[in-house]
C-alpha cells in the first residue's frame, strides 16, 4: 500500500479555500443556523461541516459547494445561477473548438 503524499499548495490556494470557509460561516450565521441544522441539510457529519468552515483544503469539493449554496454564498458573482449557467456554456463553445488531446512537442536533437 503507498504512502500519503503531503501535498502542498499555493498560499493564494490555501487563503481562497479559508475565505470560503469563513464566507460559509458567516453566511450560516447571519441565517441563525446551527452547525447541526446546516449539517443536517447538507447531508454531511457536523465534523465535516468544521472542516468546511476551517477552510481544509482535503474537504470534497462538491459537499463545499454545496454548503455554501445552501447559505447563499455567491460563488461566480452577483449575477447567481443565471452567470453561472451562461459562463458554463460559453466555456463549453470554447471547448468544443479546441483539439480534445494536447499532446507535448517533442524536441528533436538533429545536431551531428
Do not use: W
Amino acid at each position: 500500500m503507498a504512502s500519503p503524499v503531503n501535498r502542498t499548495y499555493l498560499r493564494q490556494t490555501r487563503d481562497a479555500v479559508e475565505l470560503l470557509g469563513k464566507l460559509i460561516r458567516l453566511g450560516r450565521k447571519e441565517r441563525k443556523m446551527t452547525e447541526e441544522d446546516l449539517s443536517g441539510r447538507a447531508g454531511i457529519s457536523r465534523r465535516t461541516l468544521q472542516k468546511i468552515e476551517r477552510g481544509d483544503l482535503k474537504c470534497e469539493i462538491g459537499l463545499v459547494f454545496e454548503v455554501a449554496n445552501l447559505v447563499g454564498v455567491n460563488l461566480f458573482g452577483d449575477e447567481g445561477r443565471s452567470n453561472i449557467t451562461r459562463n458554463l456554456h460559453r466555456v463549453e463553445d470554447k471547448l468544443a473548438l479546441l483539439p480534445k488531446v494536447i499532446r507535448s512537442l517533442v524536441k528533436v536533437d538533429d545536431e551531428f
